[in-house]
């Protein structure tokens, strides 16, 4: 907000230098003519001594300062837009990695028609909340599938959890689902024994899960989501990408339909 405030006050800075060189000429510069007095206006400008010209400025913000909040809304409208691009061009030129990667799990149609990818983590609360909103959506809609990108942020906590999760998807994929929702359901926080209580619920080995616990991919794994999550500038769980888009917060049930709708309108009319 600072850096933005800043911003904005150099614009301002700038029309105020150039009602300065109005004033020394007598009446004030037109907008529309400030390209071709530029020369005039540096030139006046440097008359007047700098407590003058700060004097001038705070007058003019003063007077003004619903400047401040245009130019603050034109930045973030302009950032949000090159934010939006860029994150469409690292979604295209990394589709396989963020729809149809090996290591993520899948709740819903693993055929489905339509993709929705959540970053989550097992000690998010908001992701905790947002499990019934997925829930739904898969059972309403038998084309949504949804990828399950595990994204262990959250503490040491998560991360030994989500170890056990990548653990036991590898070993038991046809049952990973059902761990998903029991973990993340529970209220309790997420740790390694109650992730493998779980998974030992669920008919895992625990020998073998805790071997596999061990396995170097896992930790590939979570490095190949982070450094994803990085190229789109996701910092929070949950998350979503949805088509060319990324849905950062948990905006609920409704907002994430729309956004599907919006994808099942694109593909079908051919207009993505």
């Given at each position: 907000?600072k850096k933005?405030?800043?911003?904005?006050?150099?614009?301002?800075?700038?029309?105020?230098?150039?009602?300065?060189?109005?004033?020394?000429?007598?009446?004030?510069?037109?907008?529309?003519?400030?390209?071709?007095?530029?020369?005039?206006?540096?030139?006046?400008?440097?008359?007047?001594?700098?407590?003058?010209?700060?004097?001038?400025?705070?007058?003019y913000?003063?007077?003004?300062?619903?400047?401040?909040?245009?130019?603050?809304?034109?930045?973030?409208t302009?950032?949000?837009e090159?934010?939006?691009?860029?994150?469409?061009e690292?979604?295209?030129?990394?589709?396989?990695?963020?729809?149809?990667?090996?290591?993520?799990?899948?709740?819903?149609?693993?055929a489905?028609?339509?993709?929705?990818?959540?970053?989550?983590?097992?000690?998010?609360?908001?992701?905790?909340?947002?499990?019934?909103?997925?829930?739904?959506?898969?059972a309403?809609?038998?084309?949504?599938?949804?990828?399950?990108?595990?994204?262990?942020?959250?503490?040491?906590?998560?991360?030994?959890?989500?170890?056990?999760?990548?653990?036991f998807?590898?070993l038991?994929?046809?049952?990973?689902?059902?761990?998903?929702?029991?973990?993340?359901g529970?209220?309790a926080?997420?740790t390694?024994?109650?992730?493998?209580?779980?998974?030992l619920?669920?008919?895992?080995?625990?020998?073998?899960?805790?071997?596999?616990?061990?396995?170097?991919?896992?930790?590939?794994?979570?490095a190949?989501?982070?450094?994803?999550?990085?190229?789109?500038?996701?910092?929070g769980?949950?998350?979503y990408?949805?088509?060319?888009?990324?849905?950062?917060?948990?905006l609920?049930?409704?907002?994430?339909?729309e956004k599907?709708?919006?994808?099942?309108?694109c593909?079908e009319?051919?207009t993505?």
């Amino acid at each position: 907000m600072k850096k933005i405030f800043a911003i904005g006050l150099v614009g301002i800075a700038a029309s105020a230098m150039m009602l300065v060189a109005g004033y020394l000429s007598g009446r004030p510069v037109a907008p529309a003519a400030a390209s071709q007095q530029e020369p005039a206006v540096v030139q006046a400008a440097g008359t007047l001594d700098r407590a003058e010209v700060e004097a001038i400025i705070r007058s003019y913000l003063l007077e003004n300062p619903e400047l401040l909040l245009e130019v603050q809304q034109a930045l973030e409208t302009k950032q949000q837009e090159e934010q939006r691009l860029a994150q469409g061009e690292i979604i295209t030129s990394m589709s396989d990695e963020i729809f149809n990667s090996a290591y993520d799990g899948v709740y819903g149609n693993p055929a489905g028609k339509y993709t929705l990818v959540e970053f989550f983590d097992y000690n998010c609360g908001y992701c905790k909340r947002a499990m019934a909103d997925m829930e739904a959506l898969a059972a309403d809609d038998p084309e949504i599938r949804f990828v399950l990108k595990e994204f262990p942020i959250l503490g040491p906590d998560s991360q030994r959890a989500h170890v056990v999760s990548m653990a036991f998807r590898a070993l038991m994929p046809e049952k990973y689902a059902e761990f998903h929702t029991k973990l993340l359901g529970d209220a309790a926080r997420a740790t390694e024994e109650r992730a493998i209580s779980t998974a030992l619920e669920l008919g895992a080995d625990e020998a073998k899960l805790r071997e596999e616990m061990e396995n170097p991919a896992i930790v590939e794994a979570f490095a190949r989501t982070y450094d994803l999550a990085n190229k789109l500038q996701i910092t929070g769980t949950p998350s979503y990408v949805v088509g060319e888009e990324v849905v950062f917060g948990a905006l609920g049930r409704q907002v994430l339909a729309e956004k599907i709708e919006a994808l099942r309108a694109c593909e079908e009319t051919a207009t993505c």
